[in-house]
Nanobody, 114 residues
Framework: QVQLVESGGDSVQAGGSLRLSCAAS????????MGWYRQAPGKQRELVAR???????NYADSVKDRVTISRDSAKDTVYLQLNSLKPEDTAVYYC????????WGKGTLVTVSA
């Protein structure tokens, strides 16, 4: 089992920045991929970015110029840096771990006002 706890969500104005954190615990040795997803009201959950165990990254086209995913292996934590935030970035952001199963955190809310 892997436990994931997200933090860093906040209410910001358009153009602002946030850094989200996802702390992993439990059977973290089994994790191959860590990712950030988001779900806006009335919409399906979508991939924002992910990072593999060898450091390869993937980004959604809608955010790739404004978002950076990174990890601190020593802290078992993955980060999502969000820049130039737009109102359409408003969503609950979820962390996901894959490897030996699929695990989700409970999410952290990002609200961007115009």
């Amino acid at each position: 089992q892997v436990q994931l706890v997200e933090s860093g969500g906040d209410s910001v104005q358009a153009g602002g920045s946030l850094r989200l954190s996802c702390a992993a615990s439990g059977s973290i040795f089994s994790i191959n991929v860590m990712g950030w997803y988001r779900q806006a009201p009335g919409k399906q959950r979508e991939l924002v970015a992910r990072i593999t165990s060898d450091g390869s990254t993937n980004y959604a086209d809608s955010v790739k110029d404004r978002v950076t995913i990174s990890r601190d292996s020593a802290k078992d934590t993955v980060y999502l840096q969000l820049n130039s935030l737009k109102p359409e970035d408003t969503a609950v952001y979820y962390c996901r771990a894959q490897g030996g199963g699929s695990y989700w955190g409970k999410g952290t809310l990002v609200t961007v006002s115009a």
